[in-house]
Nanobody
């Protein structure tokens, strides 16, 4: 079992930055790829970024490439999402997910086994 708790969300103005954290518990964290998803009101949950168990491989949605960076610290059982140059369209609830069925390039929510409760990110124009 893996338990995930996100933090770091909030309200920011467009162009600013936020860093989300996902604290994980469970023995399998360090051997599991991790991902971030987001869901805006009235929209489906969408893939944002993923990172391999070692941190050596990452994968991003085109909409965030060049602005967001995913990283992890296995010693702290934590995954991060650094979000720069935020835009109003980045407004959503952001979710951390673990244990993807097909590794770091898994982008379908149902193919991730574990989920956090989400943290709200609101970007004002």
């Amino acid at each position: 079992q893996v338990q995930l708790v996100e933090s770091g969300g909030g309200l920011v103005q467009a162009g600013n930055s936020l860093r989300l954290s996902c604290a994980a518990s469970g023995r399998t964290f360090s051997s599991s790829a991790m991902g971030w998803f987001r869901q805006a009101p009235g929209k489906e949950r969408e893939f944002v970024a993923a990172i391999s168990w070692s941190g050596g491989s990452t994968y991003y949605a085109d909409s965030v490439k060049g602005r967001f960076t995913i990283s992890r610290d296995n010693a702290k059982n934590t995954v991060y999402l650094q979000m720069n140059n935020l835009k109003p369209e980045d407004t959503a609830v952001y979710y951390c997910a673990a244990d993807p069925k097909f590794g770091v390039r898994t982008t379908t929510p149902r193919e991730y086994r574990y989920w956090g409760q989400g943290t709200q990110v609101t970007v004002s124009s």
